[in-house]
């Protein structure tokens, strides 16, 4: 195949979900029986086996395991397909050019939606046609879809680029596949990181927002407890614990469940939960977060506190039985939240804060409660509960120092008095 017809080809998905997959072997196998055209690449074939040895091998948190699945693919893809050489071939200029191309990837290689990869049909898993291994968002204050020619890598995904491949090429030295890492040979990556002689400022809302936004869902829940007492719940838990979204739906790891919440021998409260890197944590449940787990618990019909070993689900499904196992649904449920929020906040003149409200995502939730607590607790609490690896990224949501240097600034004068 030409490589313009490549370039104009979207890309059919290597790779399954984690619980999809079966063996190293058997799935190369599949992978090579669904796209022959890769036979034509000279070890290809173990290039995809010593992969999934990898992929596999992270396999204690999804987001891990996408992240590190997203990359790995990416590589592949190219090398296979635009380049058609396998890993041994990669050198130090090739993944420079590698990473260019992901910076202005073809337009038939970016989609406007984040799809599955494969999707189940008559009882077998089956690549979806309409993924792509790139996505633009759509633009969160216009509602408007984005043309695949306005697509750009942000700094995050370079940074994760760079994170993740260093780790997969790394392993393979480990498992002596390969005998260098041509990530790390990249010395300059100034050429495509940015260096911040700043703080990146922390995305929240702000505590009007916070209080229409709980005022709200109060108004759903009032006319269809049904549905929004558990978006009530989930909100509450989100700002009041800083929990993640990944840390309220069930997976392959655990299911978070109400015994979860634990009294120890003072009669405090807490909340066992299982975050990044597979790490669980004890989060401290304050007294407003225990009265809202009374009356969700009130509301299932269940005793008014969880009992040891409990294993009702933390976050029910609304139909069937059993835990949410997406974070994709608390997502959508977050968005529902805020959509509604802000045509209220619209109604009632407030039309700035709502268009700031508009491109809010669900990860604000938790950088809100974290930056209005550490004002008043110790930041080793607040790290403590947050899972954050150290103070210094707890440090961030110290804006005491940015405040007063704004502050000092304030009354400078365009036109100096002499």
Not at 64 to 81: D, I, P
Not at 253 to 267: A, E, L, W, Y
Not at 378 to 399: C, F, N
């Amino acid at each position: 195949m030409s490589l313009q017809r490549v370039l104009n080809t979207p890309p059919t998905p290597f790779f399954d979900n984690l619980n999809h997959l079966a063996s190293p072997l058997t799935d190369a196998r599949t992978i090579l029986d669904r796209q022959p055209q890769l036979r034509n690449v000279p070890g290809a074939f173990e290039d995809l086996v010593h992969t999934l040895g990898f992929l596999v091998s992270f396999n204690g948190s999804t987001a891990t395991f996408n992240s590190y699945r997203r990359e790995a693919e990416r590589l592949l893809q190219w090398s296979f397909l635009v380049r058609e050489a396998c890993l041994h071939d990669l050198k130090r200029a090739d993944l420079e050019d590698y990473i260019r191309f992901c910076q202005s990837p073809p337009a038939a290689w970016i989609g406007t939606a984040q799809l599955a990869r494969f999707k189940s049909q008559q009882g077998e898993r089956v690549p979806n046609e309409k993924w792509r291994p790139f996505v633009i968002q759509p633009d969160k204050a216009s509602l408007t879809e984005q043309r695949p020619d306005a697509f750009a890598l942000s700094q995050k995904s370079l940074q994760s680029l760079f994170a993740v491949l260093s780790s997969y090429f790394n392993f393979l030295i480990q498992e002596d596949y390969l005998e260098g890492n041509p990530i790390a040979l990249i010395r300059q990556k100034s050429k495509f990181l940015q260096r911040h002689a700043y703080s990146e400022p922390v995305r929240r809302i702000s505590n009007l927002q916070w209080d229409y936004v709980l005022e709200t869902i109060e108004l759903m829940a009032k006319d269809n407890p049904v549905e929004h007492e558990r978006s009530l719940f989930i909100m509450r838990c989100l700002f009041a614990m800083y929990l993640r979204i990944s840390e309220l739906v069930a997976d392959e790891r655990s299911t978070p469940v109400m015994g979860d919440f634990q009294k120890d021998m003072d009669g405090n409260w807490w909340l066992r939960v299982v975050g990044k890197g597979n790490k669980a944590r004890m989060v401290t449940v304050s007294d407003d977060m225990l009265a809202a787990l009374k009356r969700y618990r009130s509301f299932l019909g269940l005793s008014e506190l969880p009992h040891a070993g409990e294993q009702t689900p933390l976050v029910p499904k609304l139909r069937g039985r059993g835990p949410v196992t997406s974070t994709r649904q608390i997502r959508y449920l977050v968005q529902y939240c805020f959509d509604r929020t802000l045509e209220r906040m619209r109604q009632d003149g407030l039309e700035r804060d709502a268009e700031e409200l508009k491109v809010a995502t669900v990860h604000w939730l938790r950088h809100t409660g974290i930056s209005e607590d550490v004002k008043h607790r110790p930041k080793e609490h607040v790290r403590e509960d947050a899972g954050h690896a150290s103070l210094a990224t707890t440090d961030r949501y110290i804006d005491t120092e940015m405040r007063e240097r704004h502050a000092s600034a304030r009354n400078k004068k365009l036109k100096p008095d002499y």
